[in-house]
């Protein structure tokens, strides 16, 4: 049976068997507003002060008996795009099955959409290094101080085109396997792995098609859209990823930190493509209380209302393997946020950062210094 076909029977067999169930179907809307203003220091004449709206999403999520299910769309910078389609069958308490598009497990940033990132923006290497949804299958288990992730994906154009479009079907396996030895209030602490593998990727360039990958990552806003690194890695076999966590919190204080390291195989004699990542984020609720647990992202939960958050961030990111003949670019972001959880719906950010970018073969060094902050609602 091939991929497409499997995918089709295994989605149609869950419908089914959802619909057979006796049970009530309960559902309610959902919906995001991001509006963020900042203003830069920098060389870059791409970077003008301003205001925007760079989110703004309305969908549905309903349950009925053991399945859930989600779709939501969202429009940002004048376009209109598929954020979440999936349907989740739970297996008991511990375990569930998720099909659709959506975020994979693959480390800690991968857990939490745009809008929860307390740092405002997601630390680059987790751009860099992990494609935020993809059209696929989880399996997750959850049960007491064990977590684990199974992951079968095709390529996020997937989504867009059909496979006569794209030529070819670029896929990959991803898991994350955690070990949680805390997990009560004031006192949580886990440590994990995450790895994965895919074939090459879709390409416009049809000499780059499915036999390449392209790495990229943005200076971190949204007020503008600017390319900080980029690496095109041609002659491209396969490529491997593997990420050590660690989260911990100590009461009002908490630490995230995350290692990323990728390897692309390649044909025709030449060198693998070596690339690496790290980022560590230490927050403080300096009113509030102190961080709990959430069981089923295996990550510290969002804080209560009335919670106002410090976040001290750095991240590191380097797309240059001189053995490869390939230089993306090395970045160094540090940031320092605030969050003010007015309350569950409701949270006002500000962050200060400093983004540097240096060995890029086809730009010169760059800087930016920003001031931003952002109004979120989030139901």
């Avoid at 693959?106 to 997601?122: D, F, P, R, V």
Wanted: charged fraction near 20%; proline fraction near 3%.
């Amino acid at each position: 049976m091939n991929k497409p076909l499997f995918f089709t029977t295994l989605v149609l067999s869950l419908a089914i068997d959802a619909w057979s169930q006796e049970t009530r179907l309960e559902v309610a809307p959902s919906g995001r507003l991001l509006i963020d203003a900042g203003t830069f220091r920098t060389d870059n004449t791409a970077f003008k002060s301003g205001f925007t709206v760079v989110d703004a999403r309305a969908g549905l999520e309903a349950e009925y008996g053991p399945y859930t299910a989600e779709i939501e769309v969202g429009y940002s910078y004048g376009k209109l795009s598929l954020k979440d389609l999936f349907i989740c069958r739970s297996f008991g308490k511990h375990s569930r099955l998720q099909i659709g598009y959506f975020r994979h497990h693959y480390g800690l940033q991968s857990t939490t959409g745009s809008a929860e990132k307390i740092s405002m923006e997601e630390p680059s290497s987790h751009e860099a290094f992990f494609e935020s949804r993809m059209p696929g299958l989880m399996f997750a288990h959850s049960n007491g101080k064990f977590f684990g992730t199974a992951s079968f994906h095709v390529e996020k154009e997937a989504i867009k085109k059909t496979v006569n479009e794209l030529g070819r079907q670029g896929y990959g396996l991803m898991s994350r396997l955690l070990y949680r030895p805390f997990r009560s209030e004031g006192r949580i602490f886990h440590a994990g792995l995450s790895g994965g593998c895919e074939t090459p990727r879709y390409n416009e360039d049809a000499s780059l098609n499915h036999s390449s990958f392209v790495l990229s990552t943005h200076f971190p806003t949204r007020i503008v859209d600017a390319t900080a690194q980029e690496a095109t890695v041609t002659a491209a076999k396969r490529l491997y990823k593997f990420s050590p966590e660690v989260c911990a919190a100590y009461g009002r204080i908490g630490f995230e930190s995350q290692y990323f390291y990728q390897q692309v195989k390649r044909e025709n004699g030449q060198a693998d493509f070596r690339s690496s990542g790290v980022y560590a984020l230490l927050r403080g609720a300096i009113i509030g209380r102190d961080y709990s647990y959430s069981e089923r992202q295996s990550a510290i939960n969002q804080p209560g209302g009335g919670t106002l958050e410090c976040v001290l961030g750095y991240n590191y990111t380097n797309l240059n393997d001189s053995k490869a003949g390939i230089r993306g670019g090395i970045m160094n972001d540090a940031s320092l946020t605030f969050n003010y959880y007015i309350n569950k719906y409701i949270i006002w950010r500000l962050r200060c950062s400093y983004t540097s970018v240096t060995g890029r073969t086809d730009r010169e060094n760059e800087s930016v210094g920003a001031i931003q902050t952002r109004l979120q609602i989030k139901f």
